[in-house]
């Protein structure tokens, strides 16, 4: 059986790849740090499911030690030319993209290829782990196509990866460390502390106003956070279930599903999101770096009214 653990170690070798190239990478002033910060995030791929909590704990501080007195440099690693890319933009126009749609495409297709067919009875892969592990499978396909057909030099992809991955630098890991945040805030009891909270301020028996209180939640949880899924524990434990689902005998799949969305309205508006609002400003070289920010503001507020009224009609 293919497990998730297969997907870890075959991401741990892409950061350990990185880590070498960066400690061989003289261009880069601080190639030493890169090289650790890369190297300890493999470190945690290969063995994070095999260290006790305590050394994963030590393993994330040092990862934050690194960035946070500012050992991350940028790397330039060399690949293709500058004119090659345009003579193969030229030549292939949009075919370019064909490797990207590769990734989602398989994804998609084998995860309803193997929960709909008798393909989904061999076993193959590990139980409601089958759209990540076939998102792995597609990553790596993609891969293959690229090499057969535009035929790089046998390092560019990862060597690109890693100028990718050096441009982002330490946000590249921003969602994970804000998701085990969430974790961590659901196991303190803040979930509890605020439902006790929401519980005494919402008059009882307003349906429309618990639905409110928890999409404002899950929205500000996220901007504070910078990702939805830390902020759903704690709201799904403060009002979610104990509120919506068994006071009020709301589904909880519409819940969840919705409130999750509520929350990625928070997404757009915060720059604790960094890898999706931050760097994307750095890398195209905005004069401002809360410019996707204020572009999205009109988009995120209909949508998160749009939810609440989702959740109130179709909820209960």
């Known amino acids: 059986m293919i497990t998730l653990e297969w997907l870890y170690i075959l991401t741990g070798f892409f950061f350990a790849a990185w880590s070498i190239l960066s400690a061989l990478d003289r261009t880069n002033g601080k190639r030493w740090g890169n090289a650790a910060f890369w190297g300890l995030l493999a470190v945690s791929f290969f063995f994070g499911t095999h260290f006790p909590d305590l050394a994963n704990g030590v393993l994330v501080l040092a990862l934050v030690g690194i960035a946070g007195f500012g050992g991350l440099g940028r790397g330039d690693p060399p690949t293709t030319g500058l004119a090659e890319r345009q003579a193969l933009s030229e030549k292939l126009g949009n075919k370019l993209f064909l ?108 349906l429309f106003l618990s639905v409110g209180v928890y999409c404002i939640g899950m929205a500000l949880f996220t901007i504070i956070m910078g990702n939805a899924f830390a902020a759903f524990p704690v709201m799904a434990a403060a009002i979610g279930i104990p509120i919506l689902v068994i006071g009020f005998g709301g589904d909880p799949a519409i819940i969840g599903a919705i409130g999750m969305l509520a929350g990625f309205c928070g997404t757009l508006l915060t720059p604790m999101a960094a890898n999706f609002n931050i760097v994307p400003a750095a890398l195209l070289e905005l004069k401002s770096q809360y410019g996707v920010i204020r572009m999205q503001v009109w988009t995120a507020i209909p949508v998160f009214v749009c939810n609440v009224l989702l959740i109130y009609f179709l909820a209960f």
Request: net charge negative; proline share 7%; glycine share 14%.
């Open 99 to 206: 490797p990207a749609i590769i990734i989602p495409v398989t994804a998609v297709a084998g995860t309803l290829l193997y929960n709909y067919t008798p393909f989904g009875e061999t076993g193959l892969f590990e139980e409601r782990r089958e759209t990540l592990i076939l998102l792995g499978v597609g990553v790596m396909v993609s891969l293959a196509v690229c090499y057969a057909w535009l035929r790089p030099p046998l390092l560019a992809p990862i060597e690109e990866g890693r100028r990718l991955m050096d441009s982002i630098g330490w946000a590249a890991i921003l969602p994970q460390m804000l998701a085990a945040l969430g974790g961590v805030f659901a196991l303190a009891g803040v979930g509890d502390i605020i439902g006790g909270i929401a519980g005494a301020t919402i008059p009882e028996g307003s």
